[in-house]
């Protein structure tokens, strides 16, 4: 998560030794081992540096399943994990044994989490740190049998994502792990957590499933922070969720063909970052929004909901954002963890009985053409109901019709997309909606029509020798070295009290998915979009490096295209950039 700091990390060492010293001398017991996680569970971050008691937490808050940050390296290069990276905090029964087996008792379960913003900042993060695989795996496999437990989180940000020989050792260490399970006996899952953008991973998320899948380690969930988008507009933080899972769910559909829709949805989860988040009030994850998020988890059948983190659960600091002990709302105390913990369970929709797909879950035209896709449903408790269907969406010279319009529910229809010669090219989202007397479910059809979309920018290279078109923020300038191509490239200048941002305006076509491309180098090197869409990707690279940024316009196909370094950091370079 990004709200671990080296300060947070040095108090958070006097707390505990400080906590060290009421301890009973007893030898704590070990944790009893664990039932399976359930298909669909609520575990939010509780941060374990804080000398709080896990299970008295838990009861307190009604959040039965947490997810327990963080293990990590005491010093770059060891290959030994503790407890925040504390020497005093081994992976021992004497650390949380005792604890974790009280949540058992009481109907819960931890979920250990390696990483965090911290360790993959200072090359503390195990698979960062340690070089030897077969020492990686057996950290994980200490874990394991140390506490019971049948699911390892591993929260990999910031420079780890950029670290391509401790991914790939982490990955083989999650095989030599799963490996390890099978040959004993026991029941074990991985899930990352990664960063996102509002539209699903960005290309290092990516590289890190791209290579467990090359390395045969089967990744059980893929838990998106949806917060921190760092690309300075303001954001509804729901319905990012939505946007991003979306977006998320095409990809892992890309990357596991194999995997049926409802299959890629159970392998999801979401982290939000409750009340005010540590960018700022422009994403701040209101009350509110708990239940939008908890309907829209439900309905799609998403493994896991949690959020950062447990002891920000209270009203304590309003205004106050980034903190790790109240959220900044004016909130009751576990307002969230008694809103989001109704998920935990099988996961089967309350009341309503059915879920809604469609398959294929996009289609290309030419103007003038017609595509279709089937819009299944499917029982999923209770007694099958009448479910009336409609599609929204379409645009001029678009007719969308479902044949048939009504189904039981197990039934299916026909989604016909006929276009005219009129159809303006571009990507438009067709949203279908089933209804029946106890609820309503969506499904998004992606409509794209072929032809010119139009859409230049101006001076890209900055081969002009000047800014113009670009406006940037005060100490930006073009300049002869570094260039990545041609004679000239940008510079932006943070400082400590802005980002050296600059940004052009684009008209493209409305509605049509496109990528942005752009190279730069630096640290904390942002390229971005907002306004008529809203996305980001950023990099630290001290030589040239590529982002590449997809994202969808939206009704006027207007958008502005962004580069920045980040507050206080040393200047960013950027050169030739394109849009596709």
Not at 83 to 94: F, L, Q, R, V
Not at 203 to 213: C, E, M, T
Not at 322 to 341: H, I, P
Request: glycine share 10%; proline share 5%.
């Amino acid at each position: 998560m990004r709200p671990r700091t080296l300060l947070r990390a040095a108090l958070a060492l006097l707390a505990t030794a400080a906590a060290a010293l009421t301890l009973s001398p007893a030898q704590p017991a070990a944790a009893s081992s664990a039932a399976a996680l359930p298909p669909h569970v609520f575990a939010p971050y509780f941060e374990a540096w804080t000398g709080e008691d896990p299970a008295t937490l838990s009861e307190q808050s009604g959040a039965k399943y947490l997810t327990m940050a963080f293990l990590q390296a005491a010093t770059r290069g060891s290959c030994t994990a503790y407890w925040n990276g504390d020497t005093e905090m081994p992976i021992a029964a004497s650390t949380f044994g005792a604890s974790i087996t009280k949540i058992r008792n009481a109907g819960g379960d931890v979920i250990p989490s390696f990483g965090g913003y911290t360790a993959t900042n200072t090359g503390t993060e195990i698979a960062d740190s340690c070089s030897n695989v077969n020492s990686i795996a057996a950290v994980f496999q200490s874990v394991i049998t140390t506490y019971g437990v049948t699911r390892i989180d591993l929260d990999i940000e910031d420079n780890s994502l950029n670290n391509s020989a401790g991914i790939d050792r982490r990955n083989k260490a999650i095989k030599l792990t799963q490996d390890w399970a099978a040959a004993n006996g026991r029941t074990v899952q991985f899930s990352y957590t990664l960063p996102t953008t509002t539209h699903g991973l960005a290309d290092s998320g990516l590289a890190v499933l791209r290579n467990a899948k090359a390395n045969n380690a089967r990744i059980d969930v893929v838990n998106i922070m949806t917060f921190d988008y760092y690309d300075g507009a303001a954001h509804n933080m729901a319905d990012d969720t939505r946007t991003a899972t979306t977006g998320l769910h095409a990809q892992l559909s890309a990357l596991y063909p194999d995997k049926t829709p409802a299959q890629i949805w159970n392998m999801i989860g979401v982290t939000e970052m409750i009340g005010i988040d540590d960018y700022g009030p422009a994403e701040t994850f209101r009350t509110a929004d708990a239940a939008p998020v908890l309907d829209w988890a439900t309905s799609k059948g998403l493994a896991m909901i949690s959020f950062w983190a447990l002891q920000r659960d209270n009203g304590g600091c309003p205004g106050v954002g980034g903190s790790d002990s109240c959220s900044g709302l004016d909130q009751s105390t576990w307002y969230f963890s008694r809103a989001f913990a109704p998920f935990s369970g099988d996961g089967q929709p309350p009341g309503d009985g059915f879920s809604l797909d469609v398959s294929p879950a996009s289609g290309s035209v030419d103007p003038g053409a017609t595509t279709t896709a089937t819009v299944s449903t499917t029982l999923t408790g209770g007694n099958a109901q009448t479910v009336t269907l409609a599609a929204t969406g379409a645009p001029t010279g678009v007719t969308a019709t479902l044949s048939p319009a009504s189904v039981t529910t197990g039934g299916s229809s026909t989604l016909t997309l006929a276009t005219t010669s009129a159809a303006q090219p571009g990507s438009y989202p067709i949203t279908v909606t089933g209804t029946s007397p106890s609820g309503s479910h969506t499904a998004t059809f992606t409509l794209t029509i072929n032809g010119s979309t139009g859409g230049t920018m101006g001076n890209p290279g900055f081969e002009s020798g000047a800014l113009s078109p670009w406006t940037c923020q005060t100490g930006s300038a073009v300049v002869g070295s570094p260039a990545h191509s041609g004679v000239h490239a940008l510079r932006v200048s943070p400082t400590q009290s802005q980002t050296g941002q600059c940004a052009q305006s684009v008209t493209l076509a409305p509605n049509h998915a496109y990528t942005l491309k752009a190279w730069v180098q630096g640290n904390y090197a942002f390229v971005g979009v907002s306004g008529g869409a809203t996305a980001s990707t950023w990099t630290s690279s001290s030589g040239w490096k590529e982002l590449s940024l997809p994202f969808t316009t939206g009704s006027s196909g207007t958008v502005t295209v962004t580069v920045n370094g980040w507050y206080g950091q040393d200047d960013v370079h950027a050169d030739d950039f394109s849009i596709s």
